[in-house]
Structure formats: C-alpha cells, structure tokens
C-alpha cells in the first residue's frame, strides 16, 4: 500500500505519480475515514470545516482492491485547494471526470453494467465529496447521471451503453450550461441601459459574460466591481472586464454605503436558488442586496436552472460550507485561483492558543427574496416566486 501526503500546488504531480502506479482505494477506508473536525462554535458545529491542516488523503490507503479513478483525485485535490471555483466550473469539471469514469470503466463478467457501474461510482463521489462539500449544481448532475445509469437496458451492449452515457452527459452540459448562459446572457443584456452604473460583488462567470456582451453590443456603462476576503475573486473580475475595454472601479465590501447612490442597477450570480425563493451565494451577496434595497436599486440575479434546489432555507447556519479559519488569518493575498497563504505573524496567527475565540469562515450567506427583483434564467426573466414552479414543470418533463 502507499500512503499519499500531498496538497497544494504539488498535489497533481504527486498524486499522479502514485495513482499511476496504483490507482485503487479501499472503500472501508473511504467510508470510514474523515478528516477530524476543528473546534468551532456550538451554533455551527454540525457544518463540516475544511482545514489544510488535516490533508483529505492523509486516511487514505491505496491498494487493489477497489478502484478510485486518477481524474477523481486529481479534481478532488483541486476542489480542496480551491482552484476549482464556482458552480458552474466545478460542474463542467465533474460532468469531465464522469466521462473519463466511463472510458476507463469494464464491465465485469457475469455483471450488468447498469448497476456494477453505479456501484463504482459510489466511492469516487464520496472521495470528492470528502475534499469539498458539493454544490447543489454538482448534486443535480449526479442525480441526472444516476437516473440515466439506472435506464440503461441490461442487454445494451457495453460500447453502446458508453457511447450513450457520453452523449448524455455531452448534451446535458451544452443544454444546462452553454445554452442556458447564451440566453440569459441575452435578458441580461436587453435590461443593461446607456449610461447605467452597474454593481458586481465578486466573481461570477455568467455576469461576466453578460458584462462583455453588453459592451460589445456597444451599450455605455461602467461597473464597480466589489471584493472581500479571503479569496479576492473580484480581482479575476476586474482583469476580464478591463482587458474587454469597460470601465471599471474597484472597492472592498466595508466601503459600498459610500457609492450606493451612484449605482442604478446590481447584478449578481448565484450558487443555487431555494425553493422559496431565496438565492445562495458567496458570502458578502446578501450585505451587497440589502444595501441595494435600502437605496431602491433594482438586483438582478442571473442563475441557470438547473441550480434550482428543492430545499427551503432561511438562514446561512443550517445548511452552509466552512473554509479554512486559517483563510481570515491570513494577510497574504492570493494569487489567481490559489488559497490565501496564512501569515504566522498576524495578528490571529495564534488563535488556536485562545480557547475562547473561535474564527468563522462561512463560504455562503443567503439573500432573502425580497431584497431581489428579477431572476434571470435561460427560460426567461422570472420572479423568485416561480423556483417551484420551474422544479414542478421539471419534474413532470
């Protein structure tokens, strides 16, 4: 067996030497081992914290009696370490290792590939699962895949059965994803006015691309692209939209009270969009709506629908992702996709010493429906009333 010990930067090298040799993990193993979980406060202490501290393949024993795919570890090392980011993102990077899954994948004798390839895929989900909780846009994919495995006629040939899952998945990415981001592109763009002041908070791909249609188009406008810790992701914001020519400012969370006034519309991405209607996002989207709500500028939220979840959430404390702590300590900021690089000598640099304080890195915060005025899907620009509706007509498609 070999033990890997490997995050960070070195993390494909390492772990693609080791997998090549033997890319096989127990699935006891996997089932059973788990990252130990940090101290944190009792209010989140069900939320499970992702720590650098603890490397998601420190349990991990390879050996040959079950198979974990090398694209899996790969990806999964990249979701821990962040370099994977955004719903979208990490939905295509999944929908790519299910198609790597399925070239790899023989069926054995005497088994039906219908449920022997399910069962293969219980643990490369929970391998990737366990580097990063998965969003609702990858769970849905999952879901979709699952459901198109368990369709398969059990005398389709092997090659044929493969071949159908590769388109499958090939139009379920162009349909859910390319498609329905050219058409919500295209709302979004007829809503943008000459002259308009439009607001961003961090980076989002879908408002990017609308952001560049639009001046494209020819439409007069500026953004203010807003950005908080710990992963400054406005910065990749920033770059895109100045090197397409529109002009830009860039200010931190603390300071939007100040330049509110000049704004006339907020556009915004979106993780997922609950059921009543309340839309999850990175944390900071909801301090950017209400601001916005406060001075009467319309937020539009563009959101593709199959990121529509049918959970209800009111609040950001039962069901939400924890960073590394770490991540707020640090003072180094982060270059392109990596993590923030802690700092010894900040000023919470030993916070851990302190059994009274405990430092909170939520990944989401959820932004009421009332503080939205628009969502813009690929079937059109909805209220954030019509979430199940559209899961109902899903359903019944």
């Known amino acids: 067996c070999v033990r890997v010990w490997c995050v960070g930067a070195r993390a494909r090298a390492c772990v693609g030497a080791c997998v090549r040799a033997c890319v096989c993990v127990c699935p006891s193993i996997l089932q059973t081992a788990q990252r130990p979980r940090e101290e944190k406060c009792g209010l989140l202490s069900h939320l499970y914290v992702h720590s650098r501290n603890f490397p998601v393949t420190s349990g991990l024993t390879f050996s040959k009696s079950s198979e974990l795919n090398e694209t899996v570890i790969q990806l999964g090392l990249m979701y821990s370490d962040y370099r994977i980011r955004g719903s979208n993102d990490r ?31 219980k643990p490369q989900i929970s391998f990737l699962n366990k580097c990063r ?76 691309k609308m952001l560049c249609a639009a001046h494209k188009n ?19 914001m920033l770059e895109a939209l100045q090197a397409a020519g529109i002009p830009c400012a860039y200010i931190y969370l603390n ?7 000049a704004v006339t519309k907020v556009i915004i991405g979106a993780s997922t969009m609950t059921t009543n209607g309340h839309c999850v996002s990175r944390v900071g989207t909801a301090v950017v709506a209400m601001m916005a709500k406060g001075h009467g500028v319309p937020v539009l939220v563009a959101c593709e629908t199959y990121k529509f979840s049918d959970r209800v959430q009111t609040d950001a404390f039962v069901f939400n992702e924890l960073g590394d702590p770490l991540d707020l300590v640090a003072t180094e900021v982060p270059h392109g996709n990596c993590a923030p690089v802690p700092d010894a000598d900040a000023k919470l ?28 899907t690929e079937v059109g620009p909805l209220p954030c009333s019509s979430v199940p509706l559209v899961l109902r007509v899903k359903t019944v498609a």
């Open 133 to 208: 909780l998965l969003s609702p846009s990858m769970g849905n994919a999952i879901r979709h895949f699952k459901v198109l495995i368990s369709q398969l006629p059990p005398d389709m040939p092997e090659e044929q059965a493969k071949v159908s899952l590769l388109i499958e998945l090939d139009n379920y990415k162009r349909e859910k994803i390319v498609v329905a981001d050219v058409a919500i592109v295209k709302y979004g763009v007829a809503m943008i006015s000459n002259g308009d002041t439009i607001m961003t908070f961090a980076h989002s791909s879908i408002v990017r």
């Open 349 to 376: 640099g030993d916070y851990g010493s302190n059994p009274q304080l405990n430092v909170v890195n939520l990944l989401y915060d959820v932004t009421p429906a009332n503080y939205i005025s628009i969502m813009l």
């Open 218 to 236: 020819g439409k007069k406008f500026r953004v203010m692209v807003v950005d908080s810790r710990p992963f400054y992701e406005g910065r990749t």
């Open 255 to 261: 300071a939007i009270s100040y330049v509110m006034k």
């Open 91 to 121: 939905c295509v990077a999944l929908l790519e290792a299910l198609k790597d899954l399925i070239h790899r994948y023989t069926t054995p004798k005497e088994k039906v590939m219908a449920r022997d390839f399910e069962s293969k895929l």
